[in-house]
């Protein structure tokens, strides 16, 4: 009997994978597009700046896509299940696999197999694709504008740069280590308004380099990879050791730094537009200098729970197939349902703003609105189950 009954039901899982693909393709492509107009319009008040026309706007909204993508991922499998599954239950075909034997737990597993690839989709997007278009989108507008990628903090960003054997330079094997202040920088590797000051061992400081604008690349190294900094027109004041000071002014000063390309770029992206590995690796920098990591560290655990939030939709999207469309209520509730995906997106934002004013761990931050929606999925489930034996 089991042998004659896995092959129907095979089918219907089958059936019920393609109607819940493509209804979850087709509101994801309609909110990506949608959000996409706006950004288009939003742009349009950057048209004509530098040389930043109707071409580079197209380009910059088709990039920053993915970015769209991998947030929406989530309400959109929640829109396009609910509709997928209402349907079902609409022309009674799932009352009718529920009646030939198809159990809650089959049903359950079924969505959570179906809901795979598009929890994979969302990760590859989120890790891989996302970083790499929204630093092309940086680099495309900030080079055609011709301006700062990125805005400054009233006292611009400050980070620490430990040197080692591979950041020497001839000029400065007695410095230890570096504070380096920026004013802004953009995402092809050039900063603005760049001050250093350098310290020995016993942290006496021995310069102070002051430089309009800085152009910074990686240079491979046995020991790993550094970067390069060129300084324009440099003014480096060496402290000296009676007290007394002396100014020289450079034309083009190369310093080595032990700054990796994730620690700079961090200043030029958004915390959500950089891939988990990043984030993590930003988040140590700043742990390590005594800074708050909490809005990294935030943002890393997002991603790492965002993925999953895909299969949190599926289940809350589920009861809706065991709905009975002669109850006469099946749009007021998938409408409910739409409401609770989009009010998801939104509580997640918002816990999150009170996490870091908080300072509440950012883990928890993260999990606590996909946990309370796979419970509220839960509940529902087995109402609906109870009410309809």
């Known amino acids: ?3 004659l009954h896995w092959p129907r039901m095979h089918t219907f899982d089958r059936y019920m994978a393609r109607a819940i693909y493509g209804r979850v393709i087709f509101v994801l492509l309609g909110f990506v597009g949608l959000f996409a107009l706006i950004d288009l319009v939003t742009e349009m008040e950057n048209l004509g ?28 499998s929640l829109i396009g299940a609910l509709w997928a599954l209402a349907g079902l239950a609409g022309t009674s075909e799932f009352t009718v696999a529920r009646a030939s034997g198809l159990r809650p737990m089959h049903v359950v597993s079924t969505i959570l197999l179906v809901g795979l690839p598009l929890v994979v989709f969302t ?11 929204e630093g092309a989108a940086a680099r495309l507008r900030s080079g055609a504008i011709g301006s700062a990628s990125v805005d400054s903090l009233r006292s611009g960003y400050w980070l620490r740069d430990s040197l080692g054997e591979s950041t020497m330079s001839a ?49 491979p190294r046995p020991q790993g990879v550094v970067t390069r900094w060129v300084l324009e ?128 761990p950012p883990a928890l931050v993260a999990a606590v609105p996909s946990l309370f929606a796979l419970a509220l999925a839960g509940a529902l489930l087995a109402r609906i189950q109870r009410r309809a034996i």
Request: without cysteine; hydrophobic residues 45%.
């Open 123 to 133: 990760g590859v997007l989120s890790e891989g694709v996302v970083p790499w278009s």
């Open 1 to 3: 009997m089991k042998v």
């Open 233 to 360: 027109n440099a003014k480096r004041i060496t402290v000296r050791a009676d007290g007394g000071t002396r100014v020289d002014t450079i034309a083009s000063l190369e310093l080595l730094s032990g700054l990796s390309s994730t620690t700079l770029g961090a200043l030029l992206v958004k915390p959500e537009q950089m891939s988990a590995r990043d984030l993590w690796a930003y988040s140590r920098y700043l742990r390590s200098g005594r800074q708050s990591a909490t809005r990294y560290e935030l943002a890393f655990w997002k991603k790492v729970f965002y993925p999953p939030a895909v299969w949190v939709m599926l289940l809350l999207a589920l009861p809706a197939a065991y709905l009975q469309a002669r109850s006469g209520s099946v749009g007021l509730k998938v409408f409910l349902g739409i409401v609770a995906g989009v009010g998801f997106h939104l509580i997640n934002s918002l816990f999150s703003h009170l996490g870091i004013l908080g300072s509440w």
């Open 171 to 219: 000029d400065s094997q007695d410095t230890r280590e570096r504070m380096v202040n920026l004013v802004s920088g953009t995402a092809d590797g050039q900063m603005r308004g760049v001050v250093m000051y350098e310290f020995d061992a016993n942290r006496r400081l021995l310069r102070v380099i002051r430089a309009d604008r800085a152009v910074v690349t990686e240079v």
């Open 49 to 76: 700046r530098g040389s930043y026309g109707l071409s580079q706007m197209i380009q910059f909204t088709l990039l920053r896509m993915p970015s769209m993508a991998a947030e929406l991922m989530p309400v959109a």
